[in-house]
């Protein structure tokens, strides 16, 4: 008899929260609207979406969007969801609250939590005593160290960022930088005091680290991390915002201001592109094809720019149409995602005033989606 070919799987759904609703960032498409209340923070498990809306922590039924339960909370900035429920990080520890029925305890020591972060299916906290900890999916204290600094969060959503198998930190001083990574046991893997005055992590991903020097320091100065091990690839006296990698070896990095230029990994100039928007210091970037695609933004200003240039020339090859709200401000905080998936590239945007996800078709930058929300 002929052998018939099994229908393929459908790909299970990305789901993420954008403003109120839950969206699959896979099919870039809006599965539920949550809320119409400003959502401070989230996180997503697999049958669980966990919203804090000011004073109240709320858990949605992802198959059905259906309100599981609410909990009074008067602090989750920074959360993270496990496989049996969500922790709340606070001033007075961090608390796990059971996803079934939001049943609630304290979660480690009861000190305020200075960092939050999933990793290698544990939960790590940092508290404000340098109290490293590793928390299982219930809450349950696994392993204890101590980090050698406290953590800033600098512009960022979080205060550890992952890097592969590592969740990296770092605090500034007008004089160094000291940066740490550590495992899911926990065990700090490295740690070092780099000569990069008011640092920011600018980049962490498996390979290489950015840190650099933020706009108010008058020295500015650069370093290029291996993750791994923390040793130096390159120092730079230009305010370095992204580094690239071919085959997890360092090959590049790019600045953000004045202009957008590329360095070898020796530190040397190859070319600079001159249509950057002006005071766009942050930068995301990932390779595609033959193009470098460039996110640029300001962590304190609305709005992001979004490019692809040649990376033998720098010649831009097409800018993308970032669709975005008309918003007035003055205090504000942007944070900007990119991500190449393979025939896509994903702009994730998380704003004061709005919240976006968008795709663009990486050969000519057309906009091929946008789920855009008010904030």
């Known amino acids: 008899s002929p052998v018939v070919s099994p229908a393929p799987r459908p790909a299970a759904p990305e789901l993420d929260v954008v403003g109120g609703d839950l969206v699959d960032l896979g099919a870039m498409a809006p599965v539920h609207a949550l809320t119409s209340d400003l959502v401070f923070s989230d996180a997503v498990s697999t049958d669980t979406a966990y919203l804090w809306v000011r004073g109240e922590l709320r858990a949605y ?123 899911a046991t926990p065990r700090i893997v490295w740690s070092r005091r780099l000569p990069v005055a008011g640092g920011l992590l600018r980049q962490v991903d498996a390979d290489v680290m950015v840190v650099t020097s933020d706009s108010w320091t008058n020295a500015a100065s650069s370093e290029v991390l291996r993750t791994s091990d923390g040793a130096t690839l390159l120092h730079s006296s230009s305010r370095l915002a992204a580094a690239l990698a071919t085959g997890g070896v360092f090959d590049g990095a790019l600045s953000s201001e004045p202009t957008v230029t590329l360095f070898d990994a020796k530190g040397t100039p190859r070319w600079s592109w001159t249509g950057a928007l002006p005071h766009a210091e942050a930068l995301r970037a990932v390779r595609s094809g033959p193009n470098i695609v460039l996110a640029r933004y300001n ?75 008010r904030r």
């Open 299 to 373: 962590p304190i200003a609305t709005g992001a720019q979004l490019v692809a240039l040649d990376e033998a020339t720098g010649t831009p090859a097409w800018q993308g149409d970032v669709d975005s709200l008309m918003i007035g401000h003055s205090k504000y905080s942007n944070a900007v995602e990119l991500q190449a998936r393979g025939n896509v590239v994903l702009l994730r945007g998380h704003e004061s005033g709005q919240d976006y996800a968008q795709t663009f078709d990486p050969a000519t930058g057309k906009r091929l989606a946008s789920i855009l929300r």
């Open 61 to 183: 039924d992802t198959a059905r969007g259906s309100l599981r339960w609410n909990k009074p909370s008067d602090d989750c900035w920074s959360m993270v969801a496990s496989r049996s429920g969500v922790f709340c990080s606070s001033e007075h520890g961090a608390r796990w609250y059971r996803s079934a029925d939001g049943d609630a305890k304290p979660a480690g020591a009861a000190t305020a939590v200075s960092a939050i972060v999933a990793l290698g299916g544990r939960v790590l906290v940092v508290h404000s005593d340098k109290k490293l900890e590793a928390l299982d999916d219930r809450g349950a204290v696994v392993g204890t160290t101590l980090a050698p600094v406290i953590p800033d969060s600098g512009y960022r959503r979080t205060a550890l960022e992952i890097g592969g198998t590592l969740a990296c930190g770092a605090q500034r001083s007008d004089a160094a930088t000291t940066v740490f990574c550590t495992d």
